[in-house]
């Protein structure tokens, strides 16, 4: 490592205007700063200082040299300053120092900022040197000098400097990554960028794979993945792993790629990962000493079958409501959204796609369990648990009269699909290898599509007499009762902004628009999560815009960026600034996407469709109030948040 690598044009001071030590610290850390090398000028400066109550950095004959290492840096950097005067530095030797050289370094740096002491300590031996630098009448002639006298005192390096530069850089080079969340919006990209920013201001090159909802991108290749020291994969939904097979592998969740890349990072440099062990089925996957909670297992399982239900959701509740919106009632009240040929039209095909939602869900509930062959044995259980087949029902099976499991019927369905598969695959590993190649085509769909069949003609009925329950429940609730309801799915939809609390509050409002002959209390259930997930970032968009003081210049730029996300119900563009100030952040949201649900309710708003924000009001049953309801949590809940957040003590 050179010194002039670490220091550029604008990080030397000819002329500190400085007169004592605190005020010298204070210029110097001001030109650490100057230079974009920091990410916490105040921890910085804490450093410095807890540094000079140890023992003074001025090493005599007028230098000083202070230097810190912690989390505040980015990047390993130096800045230097010139007092032709003098400054009490409090020297060992009591001479007044003239020459300062502060060193920042990086967490995870090695030993970077020792090096560099050193060998600044070892060239500014020489006196005349050290005149030479006083004397300086610009900043290329100061940085000429460290190069030359740098070359004199350690000429073997000059040789070896292009090569070692070059082989560092391939080394750090071998970090791949991939991210992965249920919905694939916005978690997937956020944590690439994020990872993909720490990598950066490490001087280390990623390349970073997104499973989003329009499909993988920028694939990873079989000789990218052969070369790779480490690979990072932070996903909430299962990815393809075997291909990581023998290579060192840190598996994580996607929020950590957002809130923990620069640990993920670190680790990834450092090699600090358990080597990856994939077995023949996917399945069985597994890395060695590190295991995952049954509850991380079964959160996995089931985002992997709500990410690819959400299509069929989304696009099939659109389009009904649009039924709704394009139908005339006073035609036939008991035949709504089907007495025109424009409403018949979109209620035909919304209702097919909505019809493959609890399907599709149990079908990559098993998938992401016991691999493929889960998916038919889960996609049937699906299908039985929706009709609501009983064993008294086969023969005279009637559409209109039977009881569906519902919602949770098709999680069963799903579970249990996966798992009967897996315990399938046990029973046929003591077959002849001979008889592999039809265990995936005739063995495992024959039986595992009979027995789920059995299993959940079993259990429909007891499952969908709760499932009749909870919506008589919810149906019967009224008042206070119902206020609060809306409170809390509002709540819920704010706590975590994409993780699992809002994935269950989502995953509940939009099961209650499966329920058959759904009325006005499942659809206010709708309107209370979507609107809880629309009021925090319009709470980071207004706080940004009203009460600038409270943020930074950049913090202001992609605020307003948050009311374009709140409008279009994409809870997560909030998540940079939750996670950045989570105490003050996250209670505001939650306190006004509560109150905005809870008004909903109040004004017995609803909404037959599963998304899309502002752009369905038009199907939004009474949308002024809506709208009030909007706003008034979505102000509320800025001002609650500029009362917590202090004002910046300098506008950035």
């Not at 791949?176 to 916005?186: E, N, S, Y």
């Not at 009709?387 to 559409?399: E, K, L, R, V």
């Amino acid at each position: 490592m050179r010194i002039t690598d670490l220091i550029s044009k604008n990080s030397v001071g000819l002329n500190l205007k400085s007169n004592n030590k605190l005020d010298v610290v204070n210029e110097l850390v001001n030109l650490v700063d100057k230079s974009g090398n920091l990410n916490d000028k105040k921890l910085y400066k804490e450093a410095i200082l807890v540094r000079e109550e140890l023992s003074t950095t001025a090493i005599g004959e007028g230098v000083a040299i202070p230097h810190a290492k912690n989390k505040s840096v980015n990047k390993a950097c130096l800045v230097a300053g010139i007092s032709k005067e003098g400054i009490d530095y409090e020297a060992f030797d009591d001479s007044l120092s003239h020459l300062f050289f502060m060193i920042a370094a990086p967490d995870g740096a090695n030993d970077t900022h020792l090096e560099v002491l050193s060998r600044l300590s070892t060239i500014l031996m020489d006196e005349n040197f050290r005149n030479d630098l006083i004397n300086s009448s610009s900043v290329d002639e100061f940085l000429k000098l460290i190069n030359q006298k740098e070359k004199e005192k350690f000429p073997e390096e000059e040789v070896k400097s292009e090569e070692v530069i070059e082989e560092k850089k391939t080394e750090l080079s071998t970090i791949l990554a991939v991210t992965a969340c249920p919905t694939g919006i916005a978690h997937t990209f956020m944590a690439a960028e994020n990872l993909s920013q720490k990598a950066a201001s490490k001087g280390v090159s990623i390349k970073v794979e997104t499973n989003g909802s329009a499909g993988i991108k920028n694939a990873l290749t079989k000789e990218e993945i052969e070369n790779a020291t480490c690979i990072i994969v932070a996903a909430d939904k299962n990815v393809e792993m075997n291909r990581f097979n023998n290579k060192k592998v840190i598996i994580t969740k996607v929020a950590d790629g957002i809130h923990k890349a620069d640990e993920l990072i670190d680790r990834a440099i450092k090699g600090d990962a358990q080597i990856y062990k994939a077995s023949q089925n996917n399945n069985e996957e597994k890395i060695s000493n590190e295991k995952e909670s049954i509850g991380r297992q079964f959160y996995k399982h089931l985002m992997n079958g709500v990410s690819h239900m959400l299509p069929f959701v989304v696009g099939g509740g659109i389009l009904i409501a649009l039924a709704f919106l394009f139908d005339d009632y006073t035609i036939d009240p008991a035949n709504f959204g089907m007495n025109t040929p424009l409403a018949a039209f979109f209620k035909t095909i919304g209702g097919q796609a909505f019809g493959f939602m609890l399907p599709v869900l149990a079908g990559y509930i098993a998938m992401s369990i016991s691999d493929r062959p889960g998916l038919a044995v889960g996609f049937v259980g699906g299908v039985i648990a929706s009709a609501g087949y009983t064993f008294s029902s086969i023969m005279s099976y009637d559409p209109k009269t039977a009881i569906s499991a519902g919602f949770l019927g098709a999680l069963l369905a799903g579970f249990l699909g996966g798992y009967l598969v897996l315990l399938l695959r046990k029973l046929f590993d003591k077959l002849p290898g001979a008889l592999e190649g039809i265990k995936p085509v005739l063995l495992y769909p024959v039986l595992g599509i009979l027995l789920i069949g059995l299993i959940m003609i079993s259990i429909n009925p007891i499952v969908g007499s709760i499932n009749t329950s909870l919506n008589n429940f919810l149906s019967s609730m009224n008042g206070s009762s119902k206020i609060a309801l809306g409170a809390i799915l509002g709540a819920m939809m704010a706590i975590d902004m994409g993780g699992p609390f809002n994935k269950a509050a989502y995953v509940f409002g939009t099961a209650q628009l499966t329920v058959v002959n759904a009325g006005p209390e499942q659809f206010a259930i709708m309107a209370a999560v979507m609107i809880g997930g629309m009021v925090p970032p319009l709470v980071i968009a207004l706080c940004t815009t009203f009460f600038k003081n409270r943020f930074t210049e950049s913090e202001r730029k992609s605020g307003v960026v948050n009311y374009v996300m709140g409008l279009s119900f994409i809870t997560e563009g909030a998540i940079p600034f939750a996670a950045s100030d989570p105490l003050h952040v996250i209670p505001a949201c939650v306190v006004g996407s509560g109150l905005a649900g809870a008004l909903s309710m109040v004004f017995n708003c609803g909404l037959r469709a599963p998304h899309g924000g502002i752009f369905v009001l038009p199907t939004i049953i009474n949308p002024l109030m809506y709208i009030v309801s909007l706003v008034i949590g979505s102000v509320v809940g800025a001002i609650l948040l500029a009362a917590l957040k202090k004002p910046l003590s300098k506008a950035k």
